[in-house]
């Protein structure tokens, strides 16, 4: 895996928090997706059931789980 900084989406920050994601195979063929904002973000907040469903998340699979 490599990241590497993307001019165009660090400008829109944080207005916008956009991805790309790029996957090359080693048969040449490549395959790239942009994805626009973020669930939660202000483009696309969450719902009730969102804010419900991630408080009912055990901590193992949230990105808050309190330091030990």
Known sequence: ???RPNAEFRARYPRALN???TIKFEDGRVFSKVHVGFEGGLDN????????????????HRSDTPAS
């Open 19 to 21: 991805a790309r994601v």
């Open 1 to 3: 895996m490599t990241v």
């Open 45 to 60: 907040p969450f719902t009730w059931e969102n804010h419900r469903a991630f408080h009912r998340m055990p901590y193992q």
